[in-house]
């Protein structure tokens, strides 16, 4: 110990570091206040923003990256896929961010929005060909197989990312499987800006590049439950 701090008066050290652990709880007390606005934002503005997000950037893919084969797309075949994957979504959103004052839904009940957009990415992906009248369309398959799946998955699960984020952003806890219905909601959704997207219309592509999505987020939700949110 210095002469400086052996002519400190008892309790003087302590207090410099009452001072210091205060400032530092402060500190956290003020990073935190913005989430905790967040969260407090009433549940229809919340589940609206989410929302939103998903169809401004569905908008903006559509209008700026839009897939070059759309004249050529089954316009019925595209409105019904879009659909069921924006209901899909809106539901997940719905059941995750409704009002805590509600009671808990069952876990079968819960876990049915998951298991749904599990199967509905699945059996999106294998139906027949949408078409292959375009040049856009070829390919993706054999030799290309994985690296245009890597490239679609990245893509899906990087314009998903958003959605996630701001579901647990929103998220008030007190729900068990919300950080998974908000995987399911940003993994739809990721399929959803693909569909838009992706030109590839073979059954193979789809099934092992854009469905995956939805596991990719859910493996996120585990991670993230398993060392914090």
Same mark, same amino acid.
């Given at each position: ?45 919340? %589940?609206?923003?989410? /929302? ?6 569905? +908008?903006?893919?559509? &209008?700026?990256? *839009?897939?070059?084969? $759309? ?12 659909? %069921?994957?924006?209901? /899909? ?6 059941? +995750?961010?409704?009002? &805590?004052?509600? *009671?808990?839904?069952? $876990? ?31 390919? *993706? ?89």
């Amino acid at each position: 110990m210095s002469d400086q701090d052996q002519n400190l008066a008892p309790g003087e050290l302590d207090l410099d570091f009452d001072a210091m652990f205060s400032e530092v709880q402060s500190q956290v007390e003020q990073d935190s206040s913005g989430l905790k606005r967040l969260k407090s934002w009433s549940t229809l503005r919340r %589940i609206s923003l989410t /929302l939103g997000i998903v169809l401004v950037t569905l +908008a903006g893919i559509t &209008l700026f990256s *839009a897939r070059p084969d $759309l004249e050529v797309y089954p316009l019925p075949r595209m409105l019904v896929t879009v659909a %069921i994957f924006v209901a /899909l979504v809106a539901a997940s959103i719905w059941a +995750a961010l409704r009002p &805590l004052s509600q *009671a808990n839904l069952p $876990l079968h009940k819960d876990s049915f929005f998951v298991v749904a957009s599990i199967i509905a990415v699945v059996t999106l992906a294998i139906l027949p060909a949408a078409h292959l009248d375009h040049p856009a369309s070829q390919g *993706a398959v054999g030799p290309e197989l994985w690296p245009k799946a890597a490239a679609c998955l990245y893509y899906g699960t990087i314009t998903g990312i958003p959605v996630y984020i701001a579901l647990r952003l929103f998220d008030r806890g007190g729900r068990h499987f919300s950080a998974f219905l908000a995987a399911a909601a940003a993994g739809v959704a990721g399929n959803s800006f693909l569909q838009m997207h992706c030109a590839y219309t073979d059954p193979t592509h789809l099934l092992t590049s854009h469905a995956p999505v939805v596991l990719v987020f859910l493996v996120l939700s585990l991670l993230t439950r398993k060392f914090g949110r």
